[in-house]
């Protein structure tokens, strides 16, 4: 590292200058947009709705790298690489980036605002008071402005992929999975949400695993549902002018590995706090460290982690278990990691607690009246590390610092308590009364935080207490993309 | 949520399903003075079509029967803050609309005069007007719109919170998770109902089940026309305010608002066999997408945030199910919901009436349960919704 900056020393000089808030940014050819605000010490990219709060690149809440790009809302930063003249904007400003009286909303009693703006009893409806205090709600609850005007978007018509086998996942697993199955003389797609295969893997120092020439690939996607008893996938490009694609295949293979969540203590939502997947491939492909001074903690792999981080240029001043970890300390970033003593640093690595992502799995076996449950056969099947069993998600006792567990809607252990408190349990029922999980990130990963809590506090065995249902498709698929759909997938006649 | 104490052994009126009909009933029914009364639910809270809806408010419809009870049930949500004493977030923010083809535009013109006729304040807007209201339509596809000032939405977490509440302070006894698997009747009238094997006793039972309706006519050994049906939305992402008022896309058979926290949601009609599942499936979401894109240009790029689906009974005419089953002395019926949320403040008062004096209200007496039996249905033009054929 040199001048203090977080870009690595094998980074590339090739300049491309964007706006952000209106402020000449440099960054490299190679960087995203988030990457590269990181690189140039700019920390906070995005405020949590109710309170204010600042949020970040964390690869755990997408909140954190939504932004306004080229008059489009919601714009994940991580996915867009850096091009020059890009204008990125903050949202839930007013009214502008650099005099942003919303942050007063910080001095608001938690208690005004339990269960969102939605759920406000203050002024009551039936008055003309009300419409004027609900459309003020609208405002501040919308974040971010509408797209501007710029006549139809074009619809990118959806595809249609067959196979005798669907692969999900090109880390190792995915691979040797393809490789068998076309070796059996069966017709492969492989389908990774990476531009390129294991990227994990390659950023974690191993070989990367070959691929059979005879796999159809497809990369760059993001499988996001299960429709009809799992028969059906559908999956979309990371980029929105791309259509949506309609798999079916014999047999599916979920090879999609696990990813480590944020353990459950008061913190974890500051900028500076990243999953290692996110700093490991950020550091190795686009060679920008995730801080000067860096802390890991993990289940296990924390030393390795370490090193690896090391290896690759970055500096890691302690590496510890996740369950010592008592909180996360800073007030707009982070700047200390409190174990039994505190250690100051810049930036909190996480590597576990491992979970896997249900999504797809729930879908295809969901059934019921009353409620969806996962009881039914499907013709998907689990290969590599998304099969073993999830790890446990650590739980700070109770203590006056708040702990959140749905950072982008502010939603604490505080609010959950409370309910709890009442005798309300029911996970479907608490999402519904305090709107945890039902931003961009649709739950995951707060409603695994959400679970844990209610077991750690109530006692309640983890396996007693169900998910909401994992709905589709989390924000992975824009109405136009949808729209394209339309051709592709008959209605069931 | 839940009364965690053990079953009572009898109450004085079952009702079977916590949903907002089954709710707001008990509310009512606890207003005219009736004590002991039992709600069960097989579900969780909000986990049936009262907490999957659309939360569209339409005071107005095509025809006089629909009109005159869904104005009065939409002047009973303008209050209803104030009476149950918690918000229920009633938002009078308008219901307009929109059609595309020339015969819809002719559809519109005799809705108005029904609207007249039945003394609703509603009015076709001037393409001038209809930019102010709506300024984020593509109006070039538009033949005409109809507005309705007094329509809104109110968002069902808030309403059914609100029922809850008001119901508990009143003393109903309200049970989630709890499923009656049988009815009892003795010498022609309604004796109880069984959940496991605990009997609860009742000469007074009302079935507000949405989805279960026929399942439990069954239970009762009764006919109950009608069937389940999927229904699906989507919500996107939000952004501050771009739609105002709620729009229903009548050539499309689409509905969307944006709620108060800026996500847009709705749903739109594709023809498909009927489904009686919770699952969502892609058509919908790709034929509502496709209403969004060619209507609100400026959701093209949007995303959505989550899918999903619900259940309705629905019966015959599309309309409810409401009143005293002719077949078995005590049981009454709240069912064929498919505007049921918006209804509900207005069915419960109705079915109270009926239920305490025996008094049919005017409003009501078109929607009888025995009405396909008699050969009375209604006809109703202007919904959302259709049959698969």
Known sequence: MSNGSLRLERASTQVLEFFWNGRAVQGRQGESLATALLANGIRTLAWSRKSHRPLGYSGSYVTGVLARVDGVPNVRLDLVPVAVGARVEMQNCWPVPGFDLLRLSRLIPASWIQGGFEHTNLVPSGTALFQRWEAILAFLAGVAKPAERSGEV??????????????????????AAANDAVAAGRSVVLVTRGHSLARYVRAAGHARPTLDERVQLVSGVEVFGAYREGELLLAAPHDPAQGALALEADEVILASGRRACPPVVPGMWLPGVMDVRTALIMAHEQSVAPGARVVVVGNGDQEAVASRLRELGVTVVAARPVADLRRVVGRSRVTA????????????????????????????????????????????????????ADQLLPVAACSRHKTLLCPCFDVSDHEVEALLAQGITDLEVIKRLTSCGMGPCQGQPCWDALRALVSARSGIALAGLARPTLRPPRRALSVAQAAGLAPVVEPLQ | MNNLNPLPGK???????????????????????????????????????SGRNGTLIRGAFSSPEWTRFFAHSCHLWQGLSKRLGENVMYSRRGYTMVGERSATAALLDRTLEVHKACGITSSLLTPARLREVLPALAHGRVSAALHLPDSGVAPHHAAMYAYRQACAARGVDIRYRTEVTAIDQSAGRVSGVRVGEHWISSDTLVLAGGAESNRLAQLAGVPLDGYPMRLEAMALEPTRPLIGPAVALLDRLCYMHQTA???????????????HTLNADVPVMAATARAYLEMFPQLGHARILRQWAGLVHISKDFGPLLGAHEDLSGLFVSAGWCYGHAGAPAAGEFLAKAIVSGEVDERMRPFAVNRFECNRPVVEPGIVLSHFE
Do not use: K
Request: proline share 4%; net charge negative.
């Open chain 2, 261 to 275: 926290r800026g996500e847009v949601v709705g749903g739109a009609e594709v023809a498909e066999r009927p489904q």
């Open chain 1, 154 to 175: 074009p619809v990118p018509m959806a595809r249609h992929l067959s196979a005798d086998v669907l692969v999900i996942g090109g880390g190792p697993a995915g691979c």
């Open chain 2, 11 to 49: 109450a004085s009126i079952i009702i079977v399903g916590a949903g907002i009909q089954g709710l707001s009933l008990a509310f009512n029914l606890a207003e005219l003075g009736v004590r002991d009364m039992l709600v069960l639910d097989a579900g969780y809270w909000q986990g049936g079509a």
């Open chain 1, 337 to 388: 990691a409190l174990f039994a003593r505190s250690v100051a640093c810049d930036a909190v690595v996480h590597a576990g607690p491992w979970l896997a992502d249900a999504s797809l799995t729930f879908q295809s076996r969901a059934e019921g009246l009353l409620q969806l449950r996962e009881q039914r056969q499907s013709r998907l099947r689990e290969v590599g590390s998304v099969m073993e």
